[in-house]
């Protein structure tokens, strides 16, 4: 009996599945066009999931080591299922290899199972939760109709009541694995993950070749086309692949655990954020999710069942239902500490900022004071609105080289928007000190230079960005230099990442690595630092967005300085708040995500914190400390250098310079 019930119950199960993998591919397909690299793209799958993805997955060994199992165990197993039950291949090796693939799959079911019936806040929980329960039905079930045909079990045992039990256990698992793959149950990210990784939106995030494989600036838009959107007002507006990305989301909570924003109790779940792009390509309201909502700013959560969509219905509606409220997306610092946790590789920020750059960009509905900025940068380039032919009061009495005098330097030092405040003065003026004593050839564009269009790109302002961007490129474009460098990461990554696409393309240095490359080449004369115990603070946009995260370090070390690391620190550090204009737009919250981040320092018991941003030094220093107590002292890595500093031989470094022009 159960050798004609099988075989229909799998290509029973095959059929429904590829029906309904029509019927996602055409959901997917409602978004723009895309180009992408179709056999390429479906070759370099299997080493995407195997390698790329696995180096996420991994972080967590005991998940990792039951994906392996759960997941290696099922595809093995369906693979022999199909051809010993479904098309009778009698063969004793491939019997006993369905019975280890099954037991394989069985074991990691019970880890899976073991990890539900208590699941971590941000495990989603609703269908989640019967997802054990379908992987042991089926691997267990499989396992016993295989007995027979591995000649363990006499193929008549049993009655016929057995084997519609048995039947029914392999459609139970069937109905979850297969056909849920592509009919929207909890197994869908296995079908549309193993798709999102042939043909994700940055391939190259996958590259194998050394110091490649990090892909963070954002895409460009062509402001040039007339009929090209203006960012993302509805979800058919994302790139059909942005979609299938949205839609390869296995709801593991992860970015919802590393988001600053949904800590510190803003309204933003990058977790709910991607369900609701998902919800929004199919149609529907977000009453069936069955995760974490938005938080709610006066505590709590908001309520689910009140935001609904369609593919060509606006995100963020004016008025009336919508998928999205607008201060979810502005809740956003763009820190990327969800897209470094994601083990799908979905690209929540770039999804954040295209719907941003609509509301700004047709609307001019940037909240609080992001109109000010906005105006600001296109009135006087810079966000504050200072006279921008005061860019060098700060360091009149520096005699600072101009690059217009001397028009070629080894070093081209952008200054950044710190030049108007007070506090960052002090950072560039130990940077100034320190390239001085390491006898640097460089030089600055004083009242030539521009912000770098950072914030204006985070809050949505393409034109601006584009704007900003082309006049620096001109400017630059005037003078020779070898490097460009940099206190400030948000330009060295703009600079360095983004700049690019706009024709400008510089070799960028943030100064922590310069500084490193200085100590390395024996150009500072360095003594012992006595700074008490202290901490790093890994800036986003130096550390997740570019990968720096040993030069800073290796420069305390120079220092004598030994590093007590926070609990969070790395690829996974706390962001300080001060990006993604998130200090403009203002969005209220539970508590402010500095503060989160100096509870972070205090727990190392820290005298002191040391940033190589201009930003989180600001958001840090900002920080009032509870009670009364001392707060740690913030402090630049440049001005820490510069403190260490003592006299050496001209010679010495003369050396230096010409080993490192070498």
Avoid at 98 to 104: H, I, Q, R, S
Avoid at 360 to 381: C, F, M, Q, S, W
Avoid at 425 to 431: F, P, W
Wanted: charged share 20%; with cysteine; net charge neutral.
């Amino acid at each position: 009996m159960l050798d004609t019930l099988l075989p229909i119950l799998l290509f029973s199960a095959l059929t429904l599945a590829a029906i309904g993998a029509v019927r996602r591919v055409r959901l997917w397909r409602q978004g723009r066009p895309s180009s992408v690299p179709l056999i390429r793209g479906l070759a370099a799958m299997p080493r995407r999931y195997l390698v790329d993805l696995h180096h996420v997955v991994a972080r967590d060994k005991a998940m990792s080591n039951t994906h392996v199992a759960t997941a290696g165990g099922f595809v093995l197993a369906a693979v022999l299922a199909i051809l010993v039950h479904g098309f009778g291949l009698e063969s004793a090796i491939l019997a006993w290899a369905l019975l280890a693939a099954t037991t394989c799959m069985f074991v990691g079911s019970l880890f899976v199972a073991k990890r539900r019936l208590d699941p971590p806040p941000r495990l989603s929980k609703g269908p989640w939760m019967r997802l054990p329960k379908s992987l042991i039905a089926f691997s267990l079930g499989v396992f016993l109709v295989t007995l027979p045909t591995a000649g363990i079990l006499p193929a008549d045992l049993g009655s016929w009541i057995l084997a519609v039990v048995l039947a029914g256990m392999v459609a139970w698992g069937l109905a979850e694995l297969v056909f849920g793959m592509t009919w929207g149950g909890p197994m869908k990210h296995a079908f549309a993950g193993a798709l999102h990784l042939a043909f994700h939106r940055r391939p190259e995030r996958f590259s194998s070749r050394q110091g490649e494989g990090r892909s963070t600036g954002l895409k460009a838009l062509n402001l040039e086309d007339r009929s090209a959107p203006l960012g993302v007002e509805t979800p058919a507006d994302f790139t059909w692949n942005q979609l299938l990305g949205f839609d390869a989301c296995v709801q593991c909570g992860r970015c919802e655990a590393a988001c600053p924003a949904f800590a510190a109790g803003q309204p933003l779940n990058p977790k709910k954020l991607i369900q609701d792009m998902v919800v929004g390509m199919a149609g529907g309201s977000d009453a069936r999710y069955a995760g974490s909502p938005y938080p709610a700013p006066e505590g709590g959560s908001r309520p689910l069942g009140e935001h609904a969509g369609d593919p060509h219905g606006p995100i963020v509606a004016r008025q009336g239902t919508a998928l999205v409220d607008a201060e979810t997306l502005w809740s956003c610092t763009t820190c990327r500490a969800c897209v470094e946790e994601c083990p799908m590789m979905i690209e929540h920020v770039d999804a954040i900022v295209d719907m941003r750059r609509f509301l700004t960009l047709e609307h001019g509905n940037t909240p609080n004071k992001g109109a000010t900025v906005l105006d600001n940068l296109i009135a006087t380039d810079n966000p504050g609105g200072f006279d921008p032919g005061s860019r060098l009061n700060w360091a009149a009495d520096l005699d600072l080289p101009l690059i217009a005098d001397k028009r070629e330097a080894e070093v081209l030092l952008w200054l950044g928007d710190g030049v108007f405040d007070m506090r960052n003065q002090r950072t560039l003026r130990a940077l100034v000190k320190v390239l001085r004593a390491a006898g640097v050839d460089f030089a600055v564009l004083g009242n030539e230079e521009r912000d770098s269009g950072d914030v204006a790109r985070r809050l949505g302002d393409e034109a601006t960005f584009q704007s900003l961007a082309r006049r620096n490129i001109a400017t630059l474009a005037q003078y020779r230099f070898a490097h460009i460098v940099t206190c400030d990461p948000h330009s060295f990554h703009v600079l360095k990442n983004e700049y690019g696409d706009l024709g400008g393309q510089y070799a960028v240095f943030h100064h922590s690595t310069y500084l490193h490359r200085l100590i390395e080449a024996g150009q500072l004369n360095l003594g012992a630092l006595k700074a008490g115990s202290v901490t790093y603070h890994d800036p986003c946009y130096l550390g997740r967005y570019n990968g720096e995260y040993q030069a800073p370090r290796a420069v305390l070390e120079a220092l004598g300085i030994e590093v007590k690391e926070m609990a969070r620190s790395g690829y996974r550090s706390r962001c300080c708040g001060g990006g993604g204009g998130a200090p403009i737009t203002d969005i209220p919250g539970k508590q402010r995500i500095p503060d989160m981040r100096m509870a972070d320092v205090r727990e190392t018991g820290a005298e002191l914190v040391a940033v190589g941003c201009p930003q989180c030094t600001a958001m840090l220093e900002g920080v009032v400390a509870p009670d009364g107590a001392p707060a740690p002292e913030v402090r630049d890595i440049a001005e820490l250098v510069a403190d260490a500093l003592r006299e050496a031989p001209t010679a010495t470094r003369q050396r230096g310079v010409e080993e490192m022009m070498l």
